[in-house]
């Protein structure tokens, strides 16, 4: 990147972080000062919108009331078998609740009995003392007012219509009323109670005067900028939210964070809510009936879209503002360092003639000012280059003659130890064959001397075979020939099974005894020939160095995305600071408890890289004077075991 350019990206990068500093204080200020601000002015307008939710209540209570003084009503109540009365009052009462626009007026006795209903089929006789208005009045002989919930059985007798309207305005069958009851009293006697209310399900007029007096029915891009709902439990029953077809969102819910904390906790909820389909600075508030029991919630919020707006236009404002002042700046800095930086273009193209290759190139010195200075350093650079360059090839030279020189020996080393180990196996085969005939007495019965001098034969030559076996697979490690061709393997039938087949002798005449714990029919994704090669030397060395007389114990276990196998055996163990050679290469215990037990020092080195190559490892366990446990993991094919099986 070029000098100039640098300084104006340094510039840039100045006026960028001026301008994020200033869009983060505007964003701040708005967020802390106007969006707060609406916030708390919901919480104040909130009250406002309780004030015109219980002036309803109020009206209804003022009503009764005046109905509570007709004598007709009063005679009613003290004869409730007039026949003539009955109608009389049910005539009036009923035009008393379609003028007040009402969906429920009851006439009830001293105990809560329906005397009048003024609502088709005008059902009566029925008690309503657990009605929480009711038994508010009866029990205080005062007036009751409120807002209760009425189930489905009260639904249905009082009257056509309220069922159907309760399941169309939310799809459940329950209503959420809004009234007040009265109590009739004649000289002293209190002779009933006169209830009045109206469902809230569906209605309207409630939460449409709560926007209009306190948004004053304002809209903002098209969407109301206040909205009320009232809540039965968390459904919407009555709400002037719009859904996305423009009609009110009633049967839906509030969210779950709302629901716990108003309805479970009885706490107010203020903060952002999303509201259908748009953020809205909100308040929910608790309605309880009058015993207390929240039933549900009474929300009112104010459209944040607005304010998000004004937030962004004032950002915009104050990004302009920089934007111009950094163009500015920018071009004043270009012209100002444009005559400063031709000198160093200058070294700048004959840098990158050096890099070409070209160490001769050098540059004129133009004064004694700074970029002079470094002028002559470069050229004392440049030949100090050439100097250089031509020491280096020559020991680039000295190099190669040496790798080639290395890489024919270590050829020479990989074909000799294959050819040497190969050429022994087999005679060492038929050696050993040959020396264990005599010695197990089928050419004749031997003296114990004789005996004695076979046992030390067979124990060299049994060394000398695991010590060609192991040369053997070094070899085709070092070659790269052993390249893991993993299948589905039955780990017991093609691998441990065979592996214990071989060292069945050695097993009885150390009398040591082989403990299977590899479930049945457990398979795992490996080489069987390679795992065969890791399950030999294991269970050589258990042998070689466990106790006599002790256990071998095999274990597998399957853990998800890996497979866990071990090879344990009594003995001396192993202390912990040997532990980190054991798997070198050429690498052997040597303490007076192994006295006489040699190994080649490459099983558990070729064991290792083994294992590796199938992705997993190798570690070992061991309490001194006890035990040793050799375990290593077998990773699934991508969790699973590959669908081809050996055999097959």
Not at 170 to 178: A, I, K, L, T, V
Not at 419 to 435: C, D, G, Q, R, W
Not at 557 to 568: A, D, E, H, P
Request: net charge negative.
């Amino acid at each position: 990147m070029k000098l100039q350019t640098k300084f104006g990206l340094g510039i840039t990068a100045i006026f960028l972080v001026l301008a994020a500093g200033v869009a983060a204080m505007t964003v701040r200020y708005v967020n802390t000062n106007t969006i707060r601000e609406v916030e708390n002015r919901v919480r104040v307008d909130i009250r406002a919108a309780w004030e015109v939710y219980d002036g309803k209540t109020a009206r209804v209570a003022s009503a009764l009331s005046v109905l509570a003084e007709d004598q007709t009503i009063k005679a009613l109540l003290r004869n409730p078998d007039d026949a003539a009365a009955l109608r009389a009052v049910e005539a009036y009462l009923q035009t008393q609740r379609l003028e007040q626009e009402m969906d429920i007026l009851n006439l009830l006795s001293v105990d809560g009995t329906v005397i009048v209903r003024t609502r088709p089929p005008f059902n009566s006789g029925d008690n309503l003392s657990n009605d929480p208005l009711v038994r508010q009045a009866l029990a205080s002989g005062t007036n009751s007012a409120g807002t209760i919930i009425l189930e489905l059985d009260r639904l249905d007798i009082e009257g056509d219509g309220l069922v159907e309207r309760c399941l169309a305005v939310g799809g459940e069958p329950r209503g959420m009323m809004s009234g007040a009851a009265v109590t009739v009293w004649d000289n002293g006697d209190l002779l009933g109670v006169i209830e009045m209310g109206g469902l809230l399900n569906g209605a309207s007029e409630k939460v449409d005067r709560m926007r209009d007096v306190i948004f004053e029915n304002e809209y903002y891009k098209g969407k109301p900028l206040g909205t009320a709902t009232i809540f039965m439990d968390d459904l919407r029953i009555s709400t002037n939210v719009l859904d996305d077809q423009g009609r009110r969102a009633v049967g839906t819910r509030v969210s779950k964070e709302v629901a716990d904390q108003v309805l479970g906790q009885g706490e107010s909820w203020t903060g952002r809510a999303f509201v259908v389909d748009r953020w809205y600075l909100s308040q929910y508030d608790p309605i309880r009936d009058p015993d207390g029991k929240i039933i549900g919630m009474l929300y009112l919020g104010e459209l944040e879209q607005k304010y998000l707006d004004l937030r962004t236009k004032a950002v915009i404002q104050q990004l302009s503002v920089i934007l111009a002042g950094m163009l500015a700046a920018y071009v004043l800095s270009f012209l100002s360092i444009r005559g400063v930086l031709k000198p160093i273009h200058r070294l700048s193209e004959a840098t990158r003639t050096l890099s070409e290759g070209d160490l001769t190139h050098r540059v004129e010195v133009g004064g004694n000012d700074e970029v002079g200075e470094l002028s002559a350093s470069f050229n004392v650079m440049c030949e100090q280059l050439e100097l250089q360059r031509s020491q280096l090839e020559e020991r680039q030279r000295e190099l190669e003659e040496l790798s080639d020189e290395l890489r024919m020996t270590n050829k020479n080393y990989i074909e000799m130890l294959g050819f040497v180990t190969h050429e022994l196996k087999n005679p060492l085969t038929s050696a050993i064959m040959s020396l264990y005939t005599v010695k197990d007495g089928y050419l004749g019965e031997l003296t114990p001397a004789q005996k004695r001098s076979l046992e030390s034969v067979a124990q060299s030559l049994d060394y000398f075979q695991d010590m060609i076996k192991n040369y053997l697979d070094l070899s085709r490690l070092e070659r790269g020939d052993l390249a893991v061709r993993k299948r589905d393997v039955a780990l017991w039938d093609h691998v441990v099974a065979p592996a214990l087949d071989g060292f069945e002798r050695e097993i009885q005449e150390k009398g040591m005894v082989v403990v299977d714990h590899i479930p049945d029919n457990l398979q795992v994704a490996a080489d069987s020939n390679l795992l065969r090669i890791v399950y030999d030397n294991l269970l050589s060395n258990a042998l070689k160095y466990g106790r006599e007389g002790g256990t071998i114990m095999l274990d597998a276990s399957n853990g998800g995305r890996i497979t866990t196998l071990s090879v344990r055996n009594d003995g001396e163990g192993i202390s912990p600071e040997r532990v980190p050679q054991l798997f070198k290469k050429f690498s052997r215990l040597e303490s007076p408890e192994y006295a006489g037990k040699k190994g080649t020092g490459l099983g558990l080195y070729i064991c290792r890289e083994i294992i590796e190559k199938h992705g997993g490892e190798i570690w070992v366990d061991s309490k001194a004077g006890e035990w040793v446990k050799f375990s290593f993991t077998l990773p699934k094919e991508n969790g699973v075991l590959p669908t081809g099986k050996e055999g097959d």
